[in-house]
């Protein structure tokens, strides 16, 4: 039997992707659409005998859904945060993983696309049997 161990993965991007197709557009010099200049998440895991536990968080920075940035097409930055619980059994012929996971676990309503809602708080079950 192995001991808990604990996992932590944290990353980040910095995008400066602008515009730079025709220095006399109104767009130029602009961050390109739907994209953040800044992003970043983490994910921490309790691997245990018992249950494994884990989060997840996401962020996404303020980004502009055209080309030519300006306060009517900005759209704001949003955080993500999610839960999950998991457990392997051996069977006789195979092993089974059940995973139970909370999403947007704070309920925080954003849009990734413009006039497209994401959904709030949501669950998932999860069974993965391997033979």
């Known amino acids: 039997m192995l001991p808990p161990t604990f996992n932590f993965q944290l990353n980040y991007s910095y995008q400066h992707a602008v515009d730079r197709t025709d220095p006399e557009g109104k767009s130029y010099g602009h961050q390109i659409a739907y994209t953040p200049r800044h992003s970043g998440g983490s994910n921490l895991r309790w691997e245990n005998r018992w249950v494994n536990l884990g989060a997840t968080l996401m962020v996404v920075g303020e980004r502009y859904y055209r080309m030519q940035n300006s306060a009517e097409t900005h759209l704001p930055a949003y955080c993500d945060l999610g839960l999950l619980a998991d457990r392997e059994f051996d069977l006789r012929w195979g092993t089974m993983r059940l995973q139970v996971q909370v999403m947007n676990l704070l309920d ?16 998932r079950l999860k069974i993965v049997y391997e033979f």
Request: hydrophobic share 30%; proline share 6%; net charge positive.
């Open 108 to 123: 925080v309503q954003y849009e990734v696309v413009r006039s497209y809602p994401m959904m709030g708080r949501n669950y």
